[in-house]
């Protein structure tokens, strides 16, 4: 496990994923070792605070035992996250013993939440960086050198770091994130980002472009944009008011780079997705008919104390649309059980709501208190562990059956992969994704990573499709 250049711890979601590949042989002097956890934007931090270190002369290590620096990119989001990272930092303790030298560091929500605490907690930290601070880590590397404990938790109402190019870490040359934002101005009162990410501002469209049109002619065929609520990206053009871009817009531009690149995004916000994302999705072939919607609860009351400003019935009219306008679009959400003074019938309802969307694709949690937050300060979290953990064993059965039957439905259709790779169950099998981003896996033949192959379905379990090549796309 050690060797990974990066590993993606990803609590927000749930799956694990990492690739081992690095994109650069290059031999520096210097080596650092960095662990993300989190969500896809944190792992895309890691990729810029990557580009950051190469500029001192650092370069990346799949051995933590080589590196001078150690850094660990955090996530807050749920108790249980904090909890691995502060077991992780107990483990790098041992290193620290045999290596003084070494360096570590504790950057993202975590070291936002935390600040100079995090020092005063876990001896062996010597730098605590926030998300926003990363352009100040050559410096604050200098000064913990010297045995200085250093701190940088300021936020920013600018930084996007739009200009720096991400140095792709594990990467497979076919996919890459892109971040079109950062930070969250919803209020969600369960939810911990807007503390430690700040303001939400967007970042200069043609720098996205510029990073997008980069990795198409690298060799990648997918980019996904990312930010925690993508269908509030806007952005004015400083010296001509006159140009406007919203998300809808962002999305044709980097569509219309080529009809090769497919362009997925994370996350929409019910609330905020217009019928003109809906439209322009379903004007672009290369636009993947895949949405994540999260929900929460179906429960109106709930959705209320939550601050989602949309109501059960509000939620469902947008699934409508979504269905309406994008029939084959699959859809995926989060949910969480037993916020603040959820009933059995608020659950119940919860429960509907998904028996109505049969979603394709879920992520599922109980609900963890977050000091700070509007829930923590103004109601109580009542509902007992056992019944929280109840309730999310029946949702995560009832979509269990909604899955199956969403990969079942696909059987016997073909569709347009794009290959990742080859299988990790076999080298002769290939794996690639839907355009719904459902993984497909079939025998290799002449076929290889980055194309475009029409396979049809012959079988499926419950995460993968599998099936046989018809010819190239
Ligand atoms: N901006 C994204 C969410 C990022 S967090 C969005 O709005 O979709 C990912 C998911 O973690 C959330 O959608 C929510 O379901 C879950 N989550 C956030 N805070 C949580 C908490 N305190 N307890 C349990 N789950 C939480
Ligand atoms: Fe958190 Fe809500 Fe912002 Fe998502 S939209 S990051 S859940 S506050
Ligand atoms: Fe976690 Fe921060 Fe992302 S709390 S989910 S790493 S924005």
Request: glycine share 6%; aromatic share 8%.
């Amino acid at each position: 496990m050690l060797e990974q250049v990066t590993k993606v711890h990803d609590e927000s979601r749930q799956g694990e994923a990492y690739a081992p590949v690095a994109e650069e042989t290059r031999t520096y002097t210097k080596k650092f070792y960095i662990e993300s956890y989190g969500c896809q934007m944190n792992f895309n931090d890691s990729e810029i605070v990557a580009s950051i270190l190469k500029e001192e002369g650092f370069g990346p290590t799949r051995n933590v035992e080589e590196a001078s620096l150690v850094l660990l990119n955090t996530c807050s989001i749920r108790e249980k996250a904090e909890a691995t990272v502060r077991k992780r930092l107990t483990e790098f303790r041992k290193i620290k013993q045999r290596n003084p030298e070494l360096l570590v560091g504790v950057l993202g929500c975590m070291a936002e939440r935390l600040k100079s605490k995090l020092i005063e907690e876990e001896k062996l930290v010597d730098m605590v960086v926030g998300p926003d601070a990363y352009r100040t880590l050559p410096a604050l590397i200098e000064e913990a050198e010297t045995g200085q404990k250093t701190v940088n938790v300021l936020l920013s109402r600018e930084e996007t770091y739009g200009d720096i190019n991400p140095v792709r870490l594990d990467s497979n040359g076919v996919t890459a994130f892109v971040s079109i934002m950062r930070g969250c101005n919803n209020m969600c009162s369960f939810c911990v980002v807007p503390f430690t990410r700040g303001r939400e501002r967007s970042r200069d469209v043609a720098s996205i472009i510029q990073e997008a049109t980069d990795l198409f002619n690298r060799g990648y065929r997918e980019v996904t944009l990312l930010g925690q609520n993508v269908d509030s990206y806007y952005w004015v053009n400083p010296v001509n008011a006159a140009e406007e871009i919203t998300f809808a817009r962002l999305l044709e531009k980097v569509a219309q780079i080529s009809p090769l690149l497919r362009v997925r995004f994370s996350t929409s916000h019910p609330k905020d997705i217009t019928d003109d994302v809906l439209f322009t999705m379903a004007r672009y072939e290369n636009i993947c008919k895949y949405i994540h919607l999260p929900v929460q609860s179906g429960s109106t009351r709930i959705l209320q104390l939550m601050n989602r400003t949309y109501t059960r019935e509000w939620y469902i009219k947008k699934v409508d649309r979504i269905r309406e306008i994008l029939p084959d679009c699959a859809l995926s959400t989060d949910v969480i059980t037993g916020f603040c003074t959820e009933t059995e019938e608020d659950h119940q309802d919860t429960l509907s709501v998904m028996e109505y969307a049969r979603y394709d694709l879920a992520y599922m949690f109980f609900y963890s208190e977050r000091p700070g937050t509007l829930a923590a300060r103004r109601y109580q979290d009542d509902v007992p562990e056992e019944v929280k953990k109840r309730r999310l064993a029946e949702v995560v059965e009832l979509h269990r059956g909604h899955s199956l039957q969403s990969m079942q439905r696909d059987v016997g259709k073909t569709f347009k992969v794009l290959v990742e790779g080859t299988s990790k169950r076999s080298e002769e099998h290939l794996f690639g994704r839907t355009d719904q981003n459902k993984v497909l896996i079939f025998p290799k033949e002449d076929h290889r990573k980055g194309e475009y192959v029409w396979v049809k379905v012959d079988d499926c379990t419950a995460g993968t499709l599998l099936g046989t090549a018809t010819g190239k796309a």
